[in-house]
């Protein structure tokens, strides 16, 4: 079945180190791809999506770009700050499939100052 | 505009009693989704509402869990009696009318903070 995996945490980095979140999925066909951020006392926000291959998502400074031949959706930053300190899943819905989104397991984000 | 609400935030209970879960959603928004995660592990769906019909409720574990959406507004998870393993953070998610794939275009869904069940 549809799944993603994505790299366990907890990760810690220093305030403007880059950061890379390792996701890679499974699917029949070709799913849409999103990133989601849960900051603390907070709801899970929608971080940024893709829905084809090649495209790439981005805001607040993350990006993850869609690799059909990897499988993967890595979110990455350049510079990050302590405030991007949340835990982040990666997720996809399958594309004509039933509508359920799918999650991984969530990263969560030390940055220390 | 108000977000999704969950309440209570936290519930602590003792294994074998009964707690309820609130949501509501984004005024007008149709479509509502329950989904838990267990520590450590992954966000998984429970079941979706459609106004106040099941559209799909393939997610719920077991019969302790009941879900209800009368009149199509807020919904409840009803957890009787409650087990060690229900614990964990039950969130709540809505978005407007429409089947297209959630997280796409005008169905983005909107989550709430989650509602963290510890049971003892």
């Known amino acids: 079945g549809n799944s993603v995996t994505q790299m366990e945490g907890p990760v810690t980095l220093s305030e403007e180190a880059f950061l890379t979140i390792n996701c890679t999925y499974t699917a029949t066909g070709y799913p849409s791809l999103f990133w989601y951020v849960q900051y603390p006392g907070e709801g899970l926000q929608l971080l940024l999506k893709?829905?084809?291959?090649?495209d790439k998502g981005s805001n607040k400074g993350f990006e993850a770009t869609y690799r059909k031949e990897t499988t993967s959706f890595h979110l990455e930053k350049g510079s990050v700050q302590v405030s991007d300190s949340a835990v982040y899943f990666c997720?996809?819905?399958?594309?004509?499939?039933?509508?359920?989104?799918?999650f991984g397991k969530g990263t969560r984000l030390h940055i220390l100052p | 505009e108000a977000g999704v609400t969950q309440f209570p935030s936290h519930s602590v209970i003792e294994k074998g009693q009964t707690v309820t879960l609130r949501c509501d959603p984004i005024?007008?928004?149709?479509?509502l989704y329950w989904y838990r995660r267990v520590m450590g592990k992954e966000i998984k769906f429970l079941l979706h509402f459609v106004k106040e019909s099941k559209q799909d409720e393939s997610g719920m574990p077991n019969n302790r869990f009941l879900a209800e959406r009368t009149g199509g507004t807020y919904s409840t998870l009803k957890v009787q009696p409650a087990e060690l393993e229900d614990s964990g953070v039950y969130f709540c998610?809505?978005?407007?009318?429409?089947?297209?794939?959630?997280?796409?275009?005008?169905?983005?869904?909107?989550f709430g903070a989650g509602s963290r069940l510890t049971v003892l």
């Open positions: 997720a996809q819905v399958a594309l004509n499939r039933d509508d359920k989104i799918i």
């Open positions: 893709a829905t084809k291959a090649d």
């Open positions: 005024s007008g928004h149709d479509n």
């Open positions: 998610a809505s978005s407007q009318e429409g089947s297209v794939q959630p997280g796409v275009g005008a169905n983005v869904l909107t």
